[in-house]
């Protein structure tokens, strides 16, 4: 009965948070080979499940920048209220292969602070 009642439990979390899982991607559609350094202001901010994302206006059009999950960036010191819309950011990271306009931040620079993301 423990152990019905134990996959039981697994499934239901599996089920419950497979929006979730299956959302989360790997990176080899980002090309490590390509480094960008974009400078400019964010225009919006998500701290959702499963990385925290921004939008960021850099070199004439807008950047949608991948940055880490909501645990490690209150971890490293950027809590949800460190990122606002206009604030200027630097991002360091790789351009998405497929989605023009997407970064792998793997460092951001926001008001003097450098935080690596991975």
């Given at each position: 009965m423990i152990r019905y009642l134990a996959a039981m439990a697994v499934g239901v979390f599996a089920f419950l948070?497979?929006?979730i899982l299956s959302a989360h991607h790997g990176w080899s559609g980002?090309?490590?080979a390509t480094v960008l350094n974009l400078t400019g202001p964010i225009a919006r901010v998500s701290y959702v499940n499963p990385h925290v994302e921004i939008d960021v206006n850099a070199d004439?059009?807008?950047w949608t920048?991948?940055?880490a999950p909501l645990f490690r960036m209150q971890a490293r010191g950027l809590p949800e209220d460190s990122l606002k819309v206009?604030?200027?950011v630097?991002?360091?990271g790789y351009p998405?292969?497929?989605?023009?306009?997407e970064l792998r931040a793997e460092r951001i620079v926001v008001a003097g602070k450098t935080v690596e993301l991975r």
């Open positions: 948070n497979a929006p980002y090309d490590s004439g059009k807008t920048a991948i940055l206009g604030d200027r630097t991002l360091v998405h292969r497929d989605k023009t306009g």
